[in-house]
């Protein structure tokens, strides 16, 4: 990063105290991913620019509430929480009002979000074990007048989680990676089921006797493990 000027790049926004959200603002942003605790002085020089205008932006940036805050990112193995489970839950309509209070007294609830879809909305718990996850779902979600349904499926790896994407990122993913991407061990080895969505890459010319035969774009065949490793050495 060796930008020199406060203005390069296309406006992606507006911050509040009147300067432009810039290339050099997601610069910051990028460093700040890296390390949260990063010294002005250090900042300024993996940016490019003075360590006056790096406080600057810096200050901007919070000011605005583009950077609304900083936190940790935690280990939840080593904490003791190594299942992770997504409750997709079917809200009765009248209700919604009684739904996000009630969530909101679930202090064990990571994330929760409004979803389009067979469900209306999504929740993400981590817990010790399985049991745990059943018990909150049997016993407390299922206890809630405004659940209707809930379907739970639980992650077997979570292999990939950013703390943030910038329009930047965009760019950079067409070329090769700037660096390796974090990604976290085993998470719930133990768990039952899991959701997959995946991608096929449309069959060559000449092909179309493995798995993926007669399947449009965007669809995936899955096969037994039996199956599969025959295909496997077939093919070796």
Known sequence: MSSNSGSGGGTTGRIG?????????????????????VSVSALAERVG????????????????????????????????????????VTVRQ??????????????????????????????QVRMADVAEVHAMVT????NIPAVKATETVFILDEVLRRPYVLP????????????PASSSGASASTAASSSTSTSAPEPEQGQGQGQGQG???GKMR???????????????
């Open 17 to 37: 105290i009147g300067l432009e959200m810039d290339a050099t603002h997601l610069k910051i942003l990028e460093v700040l991913r890296d390390n949260g605790r």
């Open 49 to 88: 620019i003075s360590r006056a205008n790096a406080y600057t932006r810096f200050e901007a940036l919070r000011a605005d509430g583009v950077i609304r805050r900083f936190t940790a990112e935690i280990d939840h193995q080593r904490t003791g929480l190594g299942i992770v489970a997504l409750i997709f």
């Open 94 to 123: 009248q209700m919604w009002r009684q739904f996000r209070a009630q969530l909101a007294q679930m202090p064990e609830v990571e994330y929760c979000a409004i979803t389009t879809g067979q469900h209306d909305a999504m929740i």
């Open 139 to 142: 016993e407390r979600l299922a």
């Open 168 to 179: 930047s990122d965009r760019d950079r993913g067409r070329g090769a990676p700037r660096r």
């Open 215 to 217: 399947l449009p774009l």
């Open 222 to 236: 899955f096969v037994g493990a039996a199956e599969g490793r025959a295909a496997l050495r077939d093919a070796t």
